[in-house]
């Protein structure tokens, strides 16, 4: 009889699609949405406010992958203990998962300081007018960088996600052996 863990599994996904949906989309759709604001101001206002509006919901998600991610371990210690390769995908996903943190926690903190300086504008949500100053424009340059590279290492995860769920499977023969 196989164990379910279909409540923390249900939250360490749907915790990290959100995570990566999210972050894509506001990579993608809100930042791109925004340089179309006439007014350059506007352009770094609205992206501000779109990311403000989105930090609660992308906090639960995370939260939710994170205790998902915690229940999933406690529920598979038994097949993490005898298959070394579900060891290295949770100890790679573990150490990903602190990289997604880290970038997403300065990707916010970036993101404070372009809203601070929205008054100078900008030629879109991170890229950097001419005008702007020195501090408006590294900020830009690297929230643009953090915001692409969140999905990429949310997505990456995701595939991990699957590659593990391919780990469960009964290895062929193994129930006959028995």
């Given at each position: 009889?196989?164990?379910?863990n279909?409540?923390?599994?249900s939250?360490?996904?749907?915790?990290?699609?959100?995570?990566?949906?999210?972050s894509?989309m506001?990579a993608?759709?809100?930042?791109g949405?925004?340089a179309?604001a006439?007014d350059?101001?506007?352009r770094?206002?609205?992206?501000?406010?779109g990311?403000g509006r989105w930090?609660?919901?992308n906090a639960?998600a995370?939260?939710a992958?994170?205790?998902g991610?915690l229940?999933?371990?406690?529920?598979?210690?038994?097949?993490l203990?005898?298959?070394?390769?579900a060891q290295r995908?949770?100890?790679t996903?573990?150490?990903?998962t602190?990289?997604?943190l880290?970038l997403t926690?300065?990707?916010g903190?970036?993101?404070a300081?372009?809203?601070?300086r929205?008054?100078e504008?900008?030629?879109?949500?991170?890229?950097p007018?001419?005008?702007a100053s020195?501090k408006?424009?590294?900020?830009?340059?690297?929230?643009?960088?953090?915001q692409?590279?969140i999905?990429?290492?949310?997505?990456?995860?995701?595939?991990m996600g699957?590659?593990q769920g391919?780990?469960?499977r009964?290895v062929?023969?193994?129930l006959?052996?028995?």
């Amino acid at each position: 009889m196989s164990e379910r863990n279909t409540v923390v599994r249900s939250m360490h996904d749907l915790g990290l699609a959100a995570w990566f949906g999210g972050s894509l989309m506001g990579a993608v759709g809100l930042n791109g949405a925004a340089a179309k604001a006439v007014d350059p101001r506007e352009r770094l206002s609205l992206s501000s406010a779109g990311w403000g509006r989105w930090a609660p919901v992308n906090a639960l998600a995370i939260g939710a992958h994170v205790v998902g991610s915690l229940g999933l371990i406690a529920g598979n210690e038994a097949r993490l203990m005898k298959q070394p390769e579900a060891q290295r995908n949770t100890a790679t996903k573990a150490a990903l998962t602190g990289v997604a943190l880290l970038l997403t926690a300065y990707s916010g903190m970036l993101g404070a300081k372009v809203a601070k300086r929205a008054d100078e504008g900008g030629a879109g949500a991170t890229e950097p007018s001419p005008r702007a100053s020195k501090k408006l424009k590294a900020a830009q340059r690297q929230l643009k960088a953090t915001q692409w590279a969140i999905p990429l290492v949310t997505g990456t995860l995701v595939v991990m996600g699957a590659q593990q769920g391919e780990q469960q499977r009964p290895v062929a023969g193994f129930l006959r052996r028995r």
